[in-house]
């Protein structure tokens, strides 16, 4: 099994068979089963999150020197804290996020769709198009940060996840480092100059006196996962419900779109694993595991499984409990943008149907594919926009959704 490019066979064969599993490669547990996934997150005494941004593969000396000359560094902030800061600074970013924030960013998110949609005709990708830069421009709206080069910071950002999350060779580590390196640099440098009476983000961070280090860390992961998983979930919405017959025309219908982004999230979730370390010896599914372990959480694994989900490889978006898919973790390191994330891609799903209700996948094949430890999800999705839906059609579904 290649856990850079998972399939489904092989997540089914590892829940059926072998649910607790070392890989000999990497010297990952992987744990496939639901409850075992859930378990492991809902305790964070026994199983920490110090590896959590931990490079897959180990980054050498001479790597190191060029990260360490932009003085970089991930101490622990959000994701792979386990020590008791993790509290304070959980709730600082939270403060950005409240669901009132997240509920009226809607009319905002249906415009920043609408205005790639006005380019869209002919052959079109609809990663590149709409989800590549939508979730960024949002993101750096919602913490306030202004002045931001987009194109820099998904440079930045995709250059850091294949770093962290890469099975990458040594030369290609050398190459990655320098984007990393740069957007660390950038960071700090903000942060500095940062208003502590000011209303973002990095003001707040200068308000509440959190150090510089500690400030540009939090910030480095957090403004790579509060957009590219964004993206990446986008990116896998278009292409699920594109595939399913007859899923793309209901959009419209209340809650139909929503229902449709937890299907997708339970069974192709963007973040599609997670890491933790055994604190002391445990047992799941009957296999002991040594104190010091790294697990491998299969998140996508844990979404299908048949003792949690009902005819688990069937999309269905009538499913009740389909909110109970694991895809934004559980427990204290639950997704703080999860709202965010699930109200990004209803309304960019709902707005493309409703321009473009003829809209289709230009092939049945399975479609490039971004294949990270970590992270799962089209890198296209060729469409067709076929004929825009006229004035008339367009006041209609409006009208239906109120």
Request: charged fraction near 25%.
């Amino acid at each position: 099994m290649d856990l850079f490019q998972p399939e489904p066979a092989d997540l089914r064969s590892l829940r059926e068979n072998a649910p607790v599993h070392r890989d000999e490669r990497t010297g990952l547990w992987l744990v496939s089963r639901y409850d075992d996934v859930r378990a492991v997150l809902a305790d964070p005494h026994r199983f920490h999150p110090d590896n959590a941004l931990t490079a897959v593969v180990p980054i050498p000396r001479p790597v190191l020197r060029v990260l360490a000359r932009a003085g970089f560094s991930l101490p622990p902030t959000l994701a792979n804290n386990g020590t008791d800061t993790h509290a304070d600074l959980r709730r600082l970013v939270s403060r950005f996020l409240t669901p009132a924030r997240v509920a009226a960013l809607g009319p905002r998110i249906a415009e920043l769709t609408a205005e790639r949609l006005d380019g869209l005709s002919g052959r079109a990708d609809l990663h590149a198009a709409v989800a590549r830069d939508l979730p960024a421009i949002v993101l750096l709206e919602v913490m306030g940060i202004r002045d931001v080069d987009v194109d820099a910071l998904k440079a930045w950002s995709t250059a850091s996840l294949e770093l962290f999350w890469g099975d990458v060779t040594l030369e290609r580590q050398h190459e990655l480092a320098r984007p990393a390196a740069a957007f660390h640099q950038w960071l700090t440098s903000r942060i500095k100059a940062a208003d502590p009476g000011g209303d973002d983000l990095f003001g707040a961070l200068r308000a509440q006196g959190v150090p510089i280090r500690d400030a540009a860390g939090l910030c480095y992961f957090l403004l790579i996962a509060g957009q590219e998983t964004t993206t990446q979930l986008l990116s896998a919405a278009f292409h699920a419900v594109l595939r399913e017959d007859g899923l793309w025309s209901r959009l419209g219908e209340p809650g139909f779109a929503a229902a449709c982004v937890e299907e997708v999230l339970r069974r192709d979730p963007p973040v599609s694993t997670w890491r933790r370390i055994a604190a002391e010896p445990v047992t799941l599914s009957g296999v002991d595991v040594p104190a010091g372990a790294p697990l491998l959480l299969m998140l996508a694994g844990s979404g299908s499984d048949p003792d949690v989900f009902a005819e688990p490889e069937r999309f269905c978006p009538a499913r009740p409990n389909a909110r109970r898919h694991l895809a934004f973790g559980f427990g204290r390191h639950f997704c703080l943008g999860a709202g965010l994330a699930r109200l990004e891609a209803e309304v960019v799903l709902r707005e493309t149907a409703r321009r473009f209700p003829d809209l289709h996948l230009t092939s049945t094949g399975p479609p490039p594919m971004l294949g990270l430890l970590s992270f799962r999800a089209p890198l296209s999705v060729e469409v067709e926009p076929g004929e825009p839906a006229g004035p008339a059609r367009l006041r209609s579904t409006a009208s239906g959704r109120r």
